[in-house]
């Protein structure tokens, strides 16, 4: 699972869909992986206005990561290629392939099993 | 504007208007119809040569494009009319390097009867050399032997422009694919659920019914980058190490495809904040796949399965199609950006359908419905736009309508059983 996705998926719970501590998911035992891909600035530009900054600072944080800064960067065509580079490594080619993501509003866990996030929850929670 | 051809394939006629139209929004290339019979030759309005080519580079339909120079009911009275034109707009390329190509509709000529028609248009005088592999100007005779066609125009003279992308069909075939299951979807309407979805570079598109993710590699191949989930991990996690990511290697789309998860549409996880360009899905309807929701604790009771839950995987309920699509549509309407499109399949049984069994949301507008038929039921591709936030009402969300939209009971009826 890539960074991106892991700033907007929260928790599936609607209880916890307006509790400010259900999003980002609290991310543990993760194992990361970098898969390269090719960069798209038009991509990254687009997407950046849709990421959750300050969630992905948290995010990155709890995988060891303390560069980011707290200010989310602004991207106009004449941001620098290295800046775009480093969002891109964030974003796209840093990988969650093992771990847990847990709600801090209800608690429930949610696994990452071969990189891919399973987000259902149990009966009871529906 | 100038006047140019298209040739369509003659698969799937309902999708190709459809088609066109979401190419020249895409490409920003309008057009207007001058013919367009039941052959598959369209006579078209188009800006300029670079338009023309624009317009049709990505359609799945649409097998070249031609600048047209003369067309008549006949072979002959074509040559009439070429021999006195004035003026002749192919002595622009009189000095280039060029080759003579035949497209026969309906009737297939040999080699000979090809040279035979192409010997005729000696009268042209093109001086160029002849260059079979790299011409930089592609003569062309159209030729519409078709009986049953309503057109009066037979022959077409013109020069190739460019082609569509029809190649595509072949590089998706589910024959090539290394991991597929039941409920893959062909390649050729595979693309064009993509392109209807205007999937391209800097969009993100999510399928949340993706079982072996057939959406995910066409969007990705029009530079969408994309996202699927699914209610049954197995399907997308594969077995033997053959799944959707393997996929996604062999067709070299790693730089365009985001993740797949495990979820419950009824239960999205993505933030309701971040918003997506383009919605596809082929949502089960019970032939292959029927769909699943997790089931609510007060339904299991109902159900006097009260034993205590302990195993990981949650119980499923049947989730009828009708409540499927109306949860669907209203998805769609909360999380698309303005002007994002919905594309999905709907069943339908072909006596029983009526205009009512379309979704309808005021906040999104149907923009085509577009069937492929089968024999007693068809498969409608609908393609919905969301209005732009700005100028929609917040009211009347539901839908006031004592018919159940989109086949209540579909697979019933499919299979035969009337319904009680």
New interface residues.
Partial sequence: MKLLTANFLTCASKKCSSSPDAFPLNISDAKIAIQECEMNPEFIKNVMLRVEWPALVKTTQQLGNNTLPMEKPELTDESDELLFKSLHNVLLETEITEGKMTCGSCGHVYPIVEGIPNMLLSETEV | MKCYILHFSSTHKDFHLPELETLSKIENVPFSITERSSNPFWIVQIEDDESARKLVKRSIFCKGVYELYGCSDTLDNLHELLKNMQPKPWELYSQTTYKFSIESYGKHLTMEEQLNVINQFGYLHLNGKVSMKSPDCIFTVLEDNEKKSDSKVKAYFCRKLGVGSRDAIDKFDLKQRRYIGITSFESELSLVTAQMAMAG????VYDPFVGTGSFLYTCSFF?A?T?G?D?D?RQ??GKNSVSI?ENIAQYNL???F???????IT?????????LDAIVCDPPYGVRAGAKR????QN?IKDKDTKP?LHR???LEHYEICDLVKDLVDFAAKRLVDEGRLVLWLPTITEEYSIDDIPKHPALRLLYNSAQHFNHWSRRLLTFERLPRATVVKNNITQNSEHLPAHYKFREKYFGNSPQ
């Fill in positions: 570079p800097a969009k993100v530079g980058h996202i989930s209610i991990g997308m996690r990511r790693q730089s365009s985001l993740d797949v998860f495990t979820s419950d239960h999205c996880p993505i933030r309701e904040s971040f918003l997790i089931a609510s604790i299991i839950i995987y949650p119980k």
